[in-house]
């Protein structure tokens, strides 16, 4: 017997998929931070706004976009998070000065503020309780899986390229997630 209530295998896939981006961007900047360093010859300090900036932005936007995603529906609200994440990588990629940098990591902070949230709650809007706890389980453990190979995938990628390329590998990410959930 087919259990009709089920949500597409999709669904998950697609809500993997964003909680990685947004896990890998945290995780890829450990290994970036020389490089950035060098690039804008900044102190250590200085340095470490980059890591900084993108938490407390992200800690500063999860109650908007929970509250956003009561009010205007998750799927409008995950959309346009993935949307603003990948406008602040742009901004981050392209930063003629570390001011523009972390303008582009607050941007990448509060675009992922929402992300986990909000798929968080399509799964406890879509997936039958005694499914939810597997499924938000699979979903934290991507967290897991970011903080094991963004720090591997940051150091091989700056071996042979700069820390903008780096940061450009969640563009490819960021369009494949956005053209799936919409």
Do not use: C, H
């Amino acid at each position: 017997m087919t259990d009709t209530t089920a949500p597409p295998p999709r669904l998950l896939g697609v809500l993997f998929l964003g909680t990685l981006l947004a896990a890998l961007d945290i995780a890829i900047v450990g290994p970036a931070l020389p490089a950035l360093r060098e690039a804008f010859a900044l102190t250590e300090r200085a340095v470490a706004w980059t890591f900084t900036a993108f938490v407390l932005a992200n800690l500063a936007g999860l109650p908007v976009m929970a509250a956003l995603a009561d009010r205007v529906g998750r799927k409008r609200v995950y959309l346009a998070d993935i949307a603003v994440f990948a406008a602040g990588t742009l901004v981050v990629v392209l930063a003629p000065s570390f001011g523009v940098l972390l303008a582009g990591r607050v941007l990448q902070g509060i675009g992922a503020s929402g992300i986990f949230p909000v798929a968080t709650a399509v799964i406890g809007d879509t997936y039958p309780p005694e499914r939810r706890g597997r499924a938000v389980g699979m979903l934290g453990a991507v967290f897991g899986v970011a903080f094991l190979v963004g720090p591997a995938v940051g150091g091989i990628v700056l071996s042979f390229a700069s820390w903008r390329v780096l940061f450009a590998l969640s563009l490819p990410l960021a369009a494949v997630v956005f053209g799936l959930s919409a």
